[in-house]
């Protein structure tokens, strides 16, 4: 199980125990912010693309979306996300419970700065019931394969 993994992978840095399992589901980011009582835009969702040939995930605020023209401007393609039934195979986690830690070998990633905005955020851990809190310089220092922040988000229309 993919959370398995999260928790082996964060031994390294010894908080593993960090990580917050619930008795309900927190696989989309409104789930997630009941089961933490917080504000559905700390929640740090992970999304998984395919861009030339390999795998990336942008990790991005839960109130924000990818933008495409700032997307196609950073990367030079058109955002294209990757499909259910791709997601688990490719990055190492199933969709719900997609995070950046622990993730197969080449995926890049890389988090978005609508992040910082706040002083900690929810990132999942592997499963549709997990999370962990952190800061954002945790957040970076924990990520596997990270390669920087960027900027592809606007906010979500109300």
Known sequence: M???KVKEY???FG???CIKEFDVSSATVELAAAALNCEEKRIAKTLSFSLDEKTILIVTAGDVKIDNSKYRALFGKKAK???FDEVEPLVGHAVGGVCPFAVNG?????LDESLKRFDTVFPACGSG????ELSCDELEKYCSNFVGWIDVC?????
């Open 81 to 83: 996300m990757l499909s």
């Open 2 to 4: 993919a959370i398995d």
């Open 129 to 132: 019931n997990s999370a962990i």
């Open 106 to 110: 080449g995926v890049e990633v890389f």
């Open 15 to 17: 908080i593993e125990k």
């Open 154 to 158: 606007r906010p979500k229309e109300a």
């Open 10 to 12: 964060f031994k390294q």
